[in-house]
């Protein structure tokens, strides 16, 4: 999302900047639920470092939100090719468990993504391939960047660290395959990479078991981020 291949328009940055961390007085972000009875469950208070730290990785330009958008926009625009649509279905699963932990602290947020109909998609499947390459390498670097605000929450800690192992491990993967492709990916190259990430998963599960971000169904609709594919399943 950053380069200008991302091509997040001057009207998203813009919002984005006029969003800021204020979402407190939105009061449009949860549902049902979510608020002071989430809160009052939490032994240990949220720091105003981890609250910016989780509503920068939903809502920052390098965030699900924005990933979310920019493959609608690519769908929008070039129909229903992978790997964007099988990894606009991990974002999704990205989003939600984001919001939990929103809800889960009380923290107002966005309820309806402000970058939808915002962003543009790039000129051809090829650019935006390589642009959404270079996405993934700035998503992880932002939940690198943010780890040290949530490392007193372990739960932060472990929904982070999946978010930014689907991008560095599957989204990323894909996103480059397809930009050495001519811009997609077959239904074939989908299927190697849901096994190729599968078996992956797999190897590691002793480690990445019982998330609480529920990361286990991602990569069955996506290739890399969920266990099939790019950041977003069979292939943020």
């Known amino acids: 999302m950053k380069k200008q291949t991302m091509i997040l328009t001057l009207a998203a940055g ?3 900047l006029g969003l800021g961390f204020g979402f407190a ?11 002071a009875g989430y809160a009052q469950v939490q032994t240990q208070p949220l720091s105003e470092e981890a609250k910016n730290a ?10 699900e939100y924005a990933a979310y958008a ?10 229903e090719v992978e790997p964007y649509v099988s990894i606009r279905k991990a974002e999704a699963k990205h989003i939600e468990a984001l919001k939990r932990q929103l809800d889960r ?13 915002q962003v543009s998609a790039p000129e051809s499947l090829e650019d935006a391939a390589k642009a959404w390459a270079e996405g993934e390498v700035a998503n992880v ?13 372990p739960n932060l800690v472990q929904v982070f660290d999946h978010l930014r192992a689907a991008s560095q491990e599957r989204h990323l993967p ?17 299927q190697e990479l849901h096994d190729t990430f599968a078996s992956q998963r797999g190897q590691g599960q002793g480690n990445h078991g019982g998330q609480d971000c529920q990361q286990q169904g991602q990569g069955q609709g996506h290739g890399p981020h969920g266990g099939a594919g790019p950041r977003a399943g069979s292939g943020h």
Not at 54 to 63: D, H, I, V
Not at 179 to 185: D, M, P, Q, R, Y
Request: hydrophobic letters at 35%; zero cysteines; charged letters at 20%.
């Open 54 to 63: 989780l509503l920068e990785a939903l809502t920052g330009p390098e965030g």
């Open 14 to 16: 813009s919002l984005v």
């Open 70 to 79: 920019m493959y609608t926009a690519v769908i929008e625009k070039y129909g």
């Open 141 to 153: 670097a932002m939940y690198d960047r943010l780890m040290e605000a949530v490392k007193d929450y």
């Open 25 to 35: 007085q939105m009061g449009q972000g949860k549902g049902p639920g979510a608020g």
């Open 105 to 117: 602290y009380g923290v107002d947020y966005p309820a309806e993504n402000p970058y939808l109909g």
């Open 174 to 190: 894909a996103f480059s395959l397809a930009a050495e492709n001519g811009g997609t990916l077959s239904p074939e190259q989908m």
